[in-house]
């Protein structure tokens, strides 16, 4: 399974409605409101790299009230 965290910088008081509906992506594990530089931590997982991009190019970057994503890749070490 592979493995991204997504930060999700939004709208002014868009955190909670963005919140929820990242909880309605079948590829988003985790989504959690946090204080700091971004609003919202988001773990994603998915066999293919190909549905982890769908999900980030065309459910998550979609939602009204994101105004910024940065996405990570987890990197494995034996």
Same mark, same amino acid.
């Given at each position: 399974? @592979?493995?991204?965290?997504?930060?999700? #910088?939004?709208?002014?008081?868009?955190?909670?409605? !963005?919140?929820?509906? +990242?909880? %309605?992506? #079948?590829? *988003?594990?985790? &989504?959690?409101? *946090?204080?700091?530089? *971004?609003?919202? /931590?988001?773990? /994603?997982? &998915?066999?293919?790299?190909? @549905?982890?991009?769908?999900?980030?190019? +065309?459910?998550?970057?979609?939602?009204?009230? !994101?105004?910024? %994503? %940065?996405?990570? @890749? !987890?990197? @494995?070490? &034996?």
């Amino acid at each position: 399974m @592979k493995k991204k965290f997504v930060l999700i #910088s939004t709208e002014s008081g868009k955190e909670v409605e !963005v919140l929820k509906q +990242l909880k %309605t992506i #079948s590829q *988003v594990k985790e &989504a959690e409101l *946090v204080y700091g530089d *971004v609003d919202i /931590i988001v773990k /994603i997982e &998915a066999e293919a790299t190909e @549905k982890q991009l769908e999900a980030i190019l +065309l459910e998550i970057r979609r939602i009204e009230g !994101v105004a910024k %994503t %940065t996405t990570y @890749k !987890v990197r @494995k070490i &034996a």
